[in-house]
C-alpha cells in the first residue's frame, strides 16, 4: 500500500508498528525512511520508521489510513482573514519558513540536523527554543500549511471561569461618581433559576424580556412576609444578592437560542407554517400528471345575487379549485353554494373527472376540448380534514381506487400547490373591485354598504372564474417544475405546456374508471318521488326509458307516491340519474313544461320555487282584509234581505210556499232578461229596417214585451231566413 506526505495512519492491531494516530511528514525513498509525528496532546518530537515496514503493515491490515477533519478555524478564505490575523499568521510563519524551507528538502529530519538548525533559528531570532519547537509541532500536526498558524477560538467562552469573589471581574458600577453594589456571583443554582425565568419569555408567556426578569426576581429572590395579609408587600433581596438584567438576558440567551426563542413565541402551528425548514418540494416522488391532486376550498371575497331576480342576495359563493401536483395544472373546479364540505368537494372533484367542453358551454364560455383537456382521475388526493375526514369520501378510496390525504389542522403549507393557486386567481380576476366585492380596503364609517351593489348572479361569476382558470393555466410560469427532459424539447413552464407535453409523451399517470362508477361515488345523490305526472326532484318533473316502460306514472296513480335514489349535477338541472334493476345508470330529462329550469343549476331553482311558494306579509294582509270585506258586506247583504222578507205578506202553508217553483223560475228569467243590457253592436239598427216592421213592432216596444223583442233579434240575424 502505497503511502504519501500528509496520510494519517491509525494502529488496527498490536502488530502495528505505530501506537496511536500520527501523521507522515516526510519520506526519504532512498534511505527508505518516513518521518512521523503524533498526534496525540502534548505534541512531541517526530520520530522514524522504514517506509517498506509502514507499507506492509498497512497491506496486512495492522495499520489504516484515516480521514482527519480540518480544524474548523483553518477552513478560511484568504480574503476573508482581516489585516491583524495575516499579520499574526505571517510573522509565526516566518519564524520558522527558514527551517522547513531550507538549502535541500526534509533537511531538518535528517539524524542531527534538527537540533542543530532550531538553536541556530532561535539565537538568530532572540526567542526560547521552546517557542521555536511549539510552532513547528503545531505545523506539521495540522497538515503543514501556513493556517496553520491561525488563532483557535473554537473552544473560547466554553469553560465556567472560576473568579475569587473578593476579586470580582470588570469595572466597579457607579452612579455619579459614587461607587454602587455590584450584581451577585452566579453560581449554578443562579442560573438554573435564570434558565427557569427566562423560559417564560422564550415560551411566550410574557411579552417582554423585563417581564420575566421582574417574575424570577419575585419569585426566587425576595423575601415573603409572614402575616397572611395577601396585599402584604414583597421585598427584594439586596442587589449584591441578586443577578442583573444584563446577566439575566447573557445566561437566558445561551440557555435559549434564536430558533428555539421564536419557536415558542410564535407558537407551534405558526412556526411549523411559516418558519419550518424546506427539505423539499410538493413534486417530491411523484411519478408524473395526474399521479396527485390537491384540493381545497376558498369564499370568495364578493357577494352575488339570484340568477331569477338580481334584487334577492344568495351571499359569498365558495370556490373550490383541484390542482395536479406535478404540472400545477387546475384540473377541476366548482363554484357554487355548498360547503366547504364533502358536498362541494365532491363536484369539483366530478368536475375534475369529466370533460370541461360542456361544463364551460353552459356558463357561456366555448372552447376546444384541448384547451382544457383534463378529465383524469387521479391515484391520490390531497385535502383538508373537513371535507374528506367525511365517511361519503371513502367511496373515493373503496369504490374508485383513490389514496386520501388529510392535511393535519392548521398546515396549508402541505396542499402549496392550491393555496398559491387562490391568490393568483384573486389577482388576475381583482375580485375585490367586482359590484358587490368586498372592499379591498378598510371601509369608512358611513361608507355604502357594498353588498348593495352585488350584481352578478352565479352563472356569470363562474365565467370569470372559468376564464381566470384558463389564463392561469397557459400563462404561470414556473420554471422549477420542468424536468431534464422538458428543457430538452423546448418546453413553456406553464401548466398547460407541461399537462400537454404530458399527453403527448404519455406519460399522464391516470386511474382509469366506467363512467357509472364515477356517476356512482362523486355525483350528489338525494330523494326523488314517482308521481302521476313525472319524477318530482326539487320541485321540477323528469321522465325517463325506465319510468314509461313501467308504467310507474300509472302505478303511481292508483298505488300512491313512492321515493327513488336518484344523482343529480348540481351545475344543472337538465337531467337527473336514476339506476335500474341492472343497477346500469339512466339519464332523466326534464318534461316540456319544465324545460325552462334547463338552463339554471338546480339549487337556484330550488331557491326560486321556495321563494314562490313563501307569501309575503303585505299579501297576507291584503287577502285578510278582502276577507273580512267580503264577510261584512254578506253579513249586510243577509241583513237587508231578511229585513224585506219581514215587510212581506208569508205564505201560510209550506205547500203554498214551494209549489210554483218552475213558474217563479220562467218569470224571474224573463225579469232577467228584460232587464239585461244589450252589447253594442247587437242592437237593431232602426235606419236599416223596413218602416213596416218598425211600426208593426212599436207597441211592443212600448208595451215592453221582452220575448218578443228577441224574437224580432233573432229574424233580423243575419242567415235567419235560410
Same mark, same amino acid.
Given at each position: 500500500?502505497?503511502?504519501?506526505?500528509?496520510?494519517?495512519?491509525?494502529?488496527?492491531?498490536?502488530?502495528?508498528?505505530?501506537?496511536?494516530?500520527?501523521?507522515?511528514? !516526510?519520506?526519504?525513498?532512498?534511505?527508505?525512511?518516513? #518521518?512521523?509525528?503524533?498526534?496525540?496532546?502534548? %505534541?512531541?518530537?517526530?520520530?522514524?520508521?522504514?517506509?517498506?515496514?509502514?507499507?506492509?503493515?498497512?497491506?496486512?491490515?495492522?495499520?489504516?489510513?484515516?480521514?482527519?477533519?480540518?480544524?474548523?478555524?483553518?477552513?478560511?478564505?484568504?480574503?476573508?482573514?482581516?489585516?491583524?490575523?495575516?499579520?499574526?499568521?505571517?510573522?509565526?510563519?516566518?519564524?520558522?519558513?527558514?527551517?522547513?524551507?531550507?538549502?535541500?528538502?526534509?533537511?531538518?529530519?535528517?539524524?542531527?540536523?534538527?537540533? @542543530?538548525?532550531?538553536?541556530?533559528?532561535?539565537?538568530?531570532?532572540?526567542?526560547?527554543?521552546?517557542?521555536?519547537?511549539? %510552532?513547528?509541532?503545531?505545523?506539521?500536526?495540522?497538515?503543514?500549511?501556513?493556517?496553520?498558524?491561525?488563532?483557535?477560538?473554537?473552544?473560547?467562552?466554553?469553560? $465556567?471561569?472560576?473568579?475569587?469573589?473578593?476579586?470580582?471581574?470588570?469595572?466597579?458600577?457607579?452612579?455619579?461618581?459614587?461607587?454602587?453594589?455590584? /450584581?451577585?456571583?452566579?453560581?449554578?443554582?443562579?442560573?438554573?433559576?435564570?434558565?427557569?425565568?427566562?423560559?417564560?419569555?422564550?415560551?411566550?408567556?410574557?411579552?417582554?424580556?423585563? #417581564?420575566?426578569?421582574?417574575?424570577?426576581? =419575585?419569585?426566587?429572590?425576595?423575601?415573603?412576609?409572614?402575616?397572611?395579609?395577601?396585599?402584604?408587600?414583597?421585598?427584594?433581596?439586596?442587589?449584591?444578592?441578586?443577578?442583573?438584567?444584563?446577566?439575566?438576558?447573557?445566561?437566558?440567551?445561551?440557555?435559549?437560542?434564536?430558533?428555539?426563542?421564536?419557536?415558542?413565541?410564535?407558537?407551534?402551528?405558526?412556526?411549523?407554517?411559516?418558519?419550518?425548514?424546506?427539505?423539499?418540494?410538493?413534486?417530491?416522488?411523484?411519478?408524473?400528471?395526474?399521479?396527485? !391532486?390537491?384540493?381545497?376550498?376558498?369564499?370568495?371575497?364578493?357577494?352575488?345575487?339570484?340568477?331569477?331576480?338580481?334584487?334577492?342576495?344568495?351571499? @359569498?359563493?365558495?370556490?373550490?379549485?383541484?390542482?395536479?401536483?406535478?404540472?400545477?395544472?387546475? $384540473?377541476?373546479?366548482?363554484?357554487?353554494?355548498?360547503?366547504?364540505?364533502?358536498?362541494?368537494?365532491?363536484?369539483?372533484?366530478?368536475?375534475? !373527472?369529466?370533460?370541461?367542453?360542456?361544463?364551460?358551454?353552459?356558463?357561456?364560455?366555448?372552447?376546444?376540448?384541448?384547451?382544457?383537456?383534463?378529465?383524469?382521475?387521479?391515484?391520490?388526493?390531497?385535502?383538508?380534514?373537513?371535507?374528506?375526514?367525511?365517511?361519503? =369520501?371513502?367511496?373515493?378510496?373503496?369504490?374508485?381506487?383513490?389514496?386520501?390525504?388529510?392535511?393535519?389542522?392548521?398546515?396549508?403549507?402541505?396542499?402549496?400547490?392550491? +393555496? =398559491?393557486?387562490?391568490?393568483?386567481?384573486?389577482?388576475?380576476?381583482?375580485?375585490?373591485?367586482?359590484?358587490?366585492?368586498?372592499?379591498?380596503?378598510?371601509?369608512?364609517?358611513?361608507?355604502?354598504?357594498?353588498?348593495?351593489?352585488?350584481?352578478?348572479?352565479?352563472?356569470?361569476?363562474?365565467?370569470?372564474?372559468?376564464?381566470?382558470?384558463?389564463?392561469?393555466?397557459?400563462?404561470?410560469?414556473?420554471?422549477?417544475?420542468?424536468?431534464?427532459?422538458?428543457?430538452?424539447?423546448?418546453?413553456?413552464? &406553464?401548466?398547460? =405546456?407541461?399537462?400537454?407535453?404530458?399527453?403527448?409523451?404519455?406519460?399522464?399517470?391516470?386511474?382509469?374508471?366506467?363512467?357509472?362508477?364515477?356517476?356512482?361515488?362523486?355525483?350528489?345523490?338525494?330523494?326523488?318521488? $314517482?308521481?302521476?305526472?313525472?319524477?318530482?326532484?326539487?320541485?321540477?318533473?323528469? &321522465? /325517463?326509458?325506465?319510468?314509461?316502460?313501467?308504467?310507474?306514472?300509472?302505478?303511481?296513480?292508483?298505488?300512491?307516491?313512492?321515493?327513488?335514489? /336518484?344523482?343529480?349535477?348540481?351545475?344543472?338541472?337538465?337531467?337527473?340519474?336514476?339506476?335500474?334493476?341492472?343497477?346500469?345508470?339512466?339519464? /332523466? &330529462?326534464?318534461?316540456?313544461?319544465?324545460?325552462?329550469?334547463?338552463?339554471?343549476?338546480?339549487?337556484?331553482?330550488?331557491?326560486?320555487?321556495?321563494?314562490?311558494?313563501?307569501?309575503?306579509?303585505?299579501?297576507?294582509?291584503? +287577502? %285578510?282584509?278582502?276577507?273580512?270585506?267580503?264577510?261584512?258586506? &254578506?253579513?249586510?247583504?243577509?241583513?237587508?234581505?231578511?229585513?224585506?222578507?219581514?215587510?212581506?205578506?208569508?205564505?201560510?202553508?209550506?205547500?203554498?210556499?214551494?209549489?210554483?217553483?218552475?213558474?217563479?223560475?220562467?218569470?224571474?228569467?224573463?225579469?232577467?232578461?228584460?232587464?239585461?243590457?244589450?252589447?253594442?253592436?247587437?242592437?237593431?239598427?232602426?235606419?236599416?229596417?223596413?218602416?213596416?216592421?218598425?211600426?208593426?213592432?212599436?207597441?211592443?216596444?212600448?208595451?215592453?214585451?221582452?220575448?218578443?223583442?228577441?224574437?224580432? %233579434?233573432?229574424?233580423?240575424?243575419?242567415?235567419?231566413?235560410?
Amino acid at each position: 500500500m502505497k503511502v504519501r506526505v500528509n496520510d494519517v495512519l491509525e494502529p488496527v492491531t498490536e502488530n502495528s508498528p505505530i501506537h496511536g494516530m500520527v501523521r507522515v511528514l !516526510f519520506l526519504d525513498i532512498e534511505n527508505d525512511v518516513a #518521518s512521523l509525528i503524533g498526534l496525540q496532546d502534548p %505534541l512531541r518530537s517526530p520520530f522514524d520508521l522504514t517506509i517498506d515496514e509502514l507499507s506492509k503493515s498497512i497491506s496486512e491490515g495492522d495499520t489504516k489510513h484515516v480521514v482527519v477533519q480540518t480544524p474548523e478555524y483553518m477552513l478560511v478564505l484568504e480574503e476573508d482573514l482581516t489585516d491583524k490575523q495575516k499579520s499574526d499568521r505571517d510573522y509565526k510563519w516566518n519564524v520558522i519558513a527558514p527551517l522547513i524551507e531550507s538549502h535541500y528538502p526534509g533537511q531538518i529530519f535528517y539524524p542531527g540536523q534538527m537540533g @542543530r538548525m532550531i538553536s541556530e533559528r532561535a539565537a538568530e531570532l532572540g526567542v526560547t527554543l521552546k517557542q521555536i519547537y511549539r %510552532l513547528l509541532y503545531r505545523f506539521w500536526a495540522n497538515g503543514q500549511i501556513k493556517n496553520a498558524f491561525l488563532k483557535n477560538y473554537a473552544n473560547t467562552g466554553k469553560s $465556567v471561569r472560576n473568579y475569587d469573589p473578593s476579586k470580582p471581574p470588570g469595572r466597579k458600577p457607579k452612579y455619579q461618581g459614587v461607587d454602587v453594589d455590584r /450584581c451577585k456571583f452566579l453560581d449554578a443554582a443562579d442560573i438554573k433559576c435564570i434558565q427557569i425565568g427566562y423560559a417564560l419569555y422564550a415560551d411566550g408567556d410574557v411579552s417582554k424580556k423585563t #417581564s420575566a426578569y421582574n417574575k424570577m426576581l =419575585s419569585k426566587f429572590y425576595s423575601v415573603k412576609s409572614t402575616s397572611k395579609n395577601p396585599e402584604a408587600e414583597i421585598k427584594l433581596l439586596p442587589t449584591s444578592q441578586m443577578p442583573s438584567a444584563r446577566q439575566f438576558i447573557y445566561w437566558g440567551e445561551k440557555a435559549f437560542d434564536a430558533i428555539q426563542r421564536e419557536r415558542g413565541r410564535m407558537g407551534e402551528r405558526k412556526w411549523i407554517k411559516d418558519r419550518r425548514p424546506l427539505s423539499g418540494t410538493v413534486r417530491d416522488g411523484l411519478r408524473g400528471p395526474g399521479h396527485q !391532486f390537491e384540493i381545497d376550498a376558498t369564499i370568495a371575497d364578493i357577494y352575488l345575487t339570484n340568477s331569477y331576480s338580481r334584487h334577492m342576495l344568495i351571499g @359569498r359563493p365558495v370556490v373550490y379549485v383541484v390542482i395536479d401536483s406535478f404540472s400545477g395544472m387546475i $384540473v377541476g373546479l366548482y363554484v357554487g353554494l355548498e360547503g366547504p364540505s364533502w358536498n362541494g368537494a365532491r363536484q369539483a372533484l366530478f368536475n375534475a !373527472f369529466s370533460s370541461k367542453a360542456e361544463y364551460c358551454a353552459l356558463h357561456g364560455v366555448t372552447l376546444a376540448a384541448e384547451e382544457w383537456d383534463c378529465n383524469h382521475l387521479p391515484h391520490q388526493i390531497y385535502a383538508d380534514r373537513g371535507e374528506m375526514i367525511a365517511a361519503a =369520501s371513502d367511496g373515493l378510496a373503496k369504490g374508485l381506487k383513490i389514496e386520501i390525504g388529510n392535511a393535519p389542522p392548521y398546515r396549508p403549507d402541505w396542499k402549496s400547490v392550491v +393555496e =398559491s393557486s387562490f391568490r393568483v386567481l384573486n389577482n388576475i380576476t381583482e375580485i375585490r373591485w367586482l359590484p358587490g366585492g368586498v372592499a379591498a380596503r378598510d371601509k369608512e364609517r358611513g361608507e355604502r354598504d357594498y353588498r348593495l351593489d352585488a350584481t352578478l348572479n352565479l352563472r356569470e361569476f363562474t365565467k370569470i372564474i372559468i376564464k381566470a382558470v384558463l389564463h392561469y393555466n397557459k400563462f404561470n410560469w414556473q420554471p422549477d417544475r420542468l424536468t431534464k427532459e422538458m428543457v430538452d424539447d423546448n418546453i413553456d413552464p &406553464t401548466p398547460a =405546456s407541461i399537462w400537454k407535453w404530458a399527453l403527448e409523451k404519455g406519460v399522464i399517470d391516470s386511474n382509469n374508471k366506467p363512467d357509472d362508477l364515477i356517476y356512482l361515488n362523486l355525483l350528489p345523490r338525494d330523494k326523488a318521488t $314517482v308521481r302521476k305526472n313525472g319524477i318530482v326532484f326539487r320541485g321540477m318533473y323528469y &321522465t /325517463c326509458d325506465i319510468a314509461t316502460a313501467n308504467n310507474w306514472f300509472a302505478k303511481s296513480r292508483s298505488s300512491g307516491v313512492w321515493a327513488v335514489d /336518484c344523482w343529480y349535477d348540481p351545475n344543472s338541472s337538465a337531467h337527473i340519474w336514476i339506476q335500474g334493476d341492472n343497477k346500469k345508470f339512466e339519464r /332523466c &330529462t326534464l318534461r316540456l313544461a319544465d324545460v325552462k329550469y334547463a338552463e339554471y343549476r338546480s339549487d337556484e331553482i330550488f331557491d326560486v320555487l321556495e321563494a314562490t311558494r313563501q307569501v309575503s306579509p303585505s299579501h297576507k294582509r291584503a +287577502e %285578510l282584509e278582502s276577507l273580512i270585506s267580503l264577510q261584512q258586506t &254578506t253579513e249586510n247583504t243577509i241583513s237587508t234581505a231578511m229585513a224585506e222578507k219581514k215587510e212581506e205578506l208569508a205564505p201560510t202553508t209550506k205547500s203554498e210556499k214551494i209549489k210554483n217553483i218552475r213558474k217563479n223560475r220562467a218569470d224571474e228569467r224573463e225579469l232577467l232578461r228584460e232587464k239585461a243590457t244589450v252589447p253594442d253592436g247587437v242592437r237593431v239598427d232602426e235606419s236599416a229596417q223596413p218602416a213596416q216592421i218598425l211600426k208593426k213592432n212599436k207597441d211592443s216596444y212600448a208595451g215592453g214585451r221582452s220575448s218578443q223583442v228577441i224574437d224580432m %233579434l233573432k229574424r233580423l240575424r243575419p242567415g235567419a231566413d235560410k
